[in-house]
């Protein structure tokens, strides 16, 4: 499985960003997938996660009520809707597929890594 996600850019605090991750693979439908983020010159954080069906969603704390995971198995397709963006929201952020229906939060859970895209809330 080979992941790229993409949607990031330059926005001002409180509005809104699509981050979207397009997979290549047959079985992407039966794995789960998480994003997570890297905040300039901090550790690797865990952000939101949904699994192999989209029945399930998983989100960190900082972003529960205002980012929304989605997925579209027939398009290969998983979507990050951020809503009210902080600028505690910088980073670069980077999807990722597990091998298993149902997602984790630590990044050594999953199996498949993309590029990442920056996010960059700023005034």
């Known amino acids: 499985v080979q992941l790229q996600a993409s949607g990031g850019g330059l926005v001002q605090p409180g509005v809104s960003l699509r981050l979207s991750c397009a997979a290549s693979g047959r079985t992407f439908s039966n794995y789960a997938v998480g994003w997570f983020r890297q905040p300039p010159g901090k550790e690797r954080e865990f952000v939101a996660a949904i699994s192999w069906n989209g029945g399930s969603t998983y989100y960190a704390d900082s972003v529960k009520g205002r980012f929304t995971i989605s997925r579209d198995n027939a398009k290969k397709m998983v979507y990050l809707q951020m809503n009210s963006l902080k600028p505690e929201d910088t980073a670069v952020y980077h999807c990722?597929?597990?091998?298993?229906?149902?997602?984790?939060?630590?990044?050594?859970?999953?199996?498949?890594w993309g590029w990442g895209t920056q996010v960059t809330v700023s005034s």
């Open positions: 990722a597929a597990r091998r298993r229906f149902y997602s984790g939060t630590a990044g050594d859970e999953y199996d498949y």
